[in-house]
């Protein structure tokens, strides 16, 4: 077994820090993830008055996906319990079977199968991407090619890990022909199972990357660039969760100069979000 630094780093953040060429920077004793990342706003996303944006997303309120037809809704009394009163573990089985034999859009024509995410059911932190890939696709888990490579190195670097306590999703389920960008008929229809799982796990932190799903998650078509480095509130069901914007790994792939504000983004969801 390789044997830690004098600073106690453990070999795994060392080999990702000397990946990110910042190994000495962050070579410091003492835990890695207790320190807020200087000049970053952590409480939230305030405007000039001090206010919390964006409590009145339309998102944030985001109906349960449908587990009846229409036409039971419509019969069913007002005061019908929602669906997320079932017992966790079947709301939770019932989610997956929903998922698993979804036609709600035509992405559902060319997938091998459904991508419902992978981790455990009461992780601490979930991890949100676009959409499936070929190999995703194939698999029928999220992230397992290069970029979910780099990705599981990534969490290793701040002890985290998709088999202990990191749930990984996407806001699609299924695999965009040529992986083009969803459609927004396609999120629309499908954002909901992420707001089913958002609500059934319970995280302490979402953590979201690139682009697309934070525009999607955040409701808004500000850059990648401007919503990274605060800490924004989803708000679902009465219940506020902290999220913390990245890159995509697969950006990180293409750009490797980025890593270095990706660790920058693990700090601070680490800082925010449970040690
Ligand atoms: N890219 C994503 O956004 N999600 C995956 O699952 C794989 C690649």
Same mark, same amino acid.
């Given at each position: ?48 008055? %001090?206010?919390? +944006? ?8 985001? &109906?349960a996906p449908? $587990?009846?037809? @229409? /036409? ?20 939770w089985?019932?989610l997956e079977?929903?998922v ?9 024509? %060319?997938?091998? +199968?459904?991508?419902f995410g992978?981790g455990?059911r009461? &992780?601490?932190?979930m $991890?949100i991407? @676009? /959409? ?35 749930f990984?999703a996407n806001?699609?389920k ?18 909901p199972f992420l707001m089913r799982q958002i609500e059934l796990i319970?995280p ?72």
């Amino acid at each position: 077994m390789a044997e830690r630094s004098p600073s106690g780093m453990s070999p795994v953040r060392r080999a990702w820090l000397r990946e990110l060429g910042i190994e000495r920077l962050w070579n410091l004793p003492g835990p890695v993830l207790q320190a807020p990342v200087p000049g970053i706003v952590q409480a939230g996303v305030q405007d000039d008055a %001090g206010a919390v +944006q964006g409590a009145e997303s339309p998102m944030r309120d985001v &109906a349960a996906p449908v $587990l009846r037809t @229409e /036409a039971e809704a419509a019969e069913a009394p007002a005061e019908a319990p929602a669906p997320v009163a079932l017992d966790p573990e079947q709301a939770w089985a019932a989610l997956e079977e929903e998922v698993r034999h979804c036609t709600a859009c035509g992405l559902c024509q %060319g997938r091998t +199968q459904t991508v419902f995410g992978t981790g455990p059911r009461h &992780a601490r932190w979930m $991890l949100i991407g @676009e /959409a499936p890939g070929e190999q995703e696709d194939k698999q029928g888990a999220p992230f397992v090619g290069r970029s979910g490579k780099l990705l599981d190195n990534m969490l290793a670097a701040i002890s985290r890990s998709r088999q202990v306590d990191v749930f990984i999703a996407n806001v699609i389920k299924c695999r965009p022909p040529g992986n083009r960008d969803p459609l927004p008929e396609e999120v629309a229809r499908c954002s909901p199972f992420l707001m089913r799982q958002i609500e059934l796990i319970q995280p302490e932190l979402i953590l979201v990357l690139g682009r697309f799903a934070a525009q999607t998650l955040l409701e808004t078509d500000a850059r990648i660039g401007s919503l990274r480095g605060k800490v924004h509130t989803l708000s679902l069901h009465g219940r506020s969760v902290p999220v913390v914007v990245s890159y995509h790994p697969a950006y990180l792939l293409r750009s490797p100069a980025e890593k270095i504000k990706a660790w920058q983004d693990l700090r601070l969801a680490a800082s925010v979000g449970g040690a």
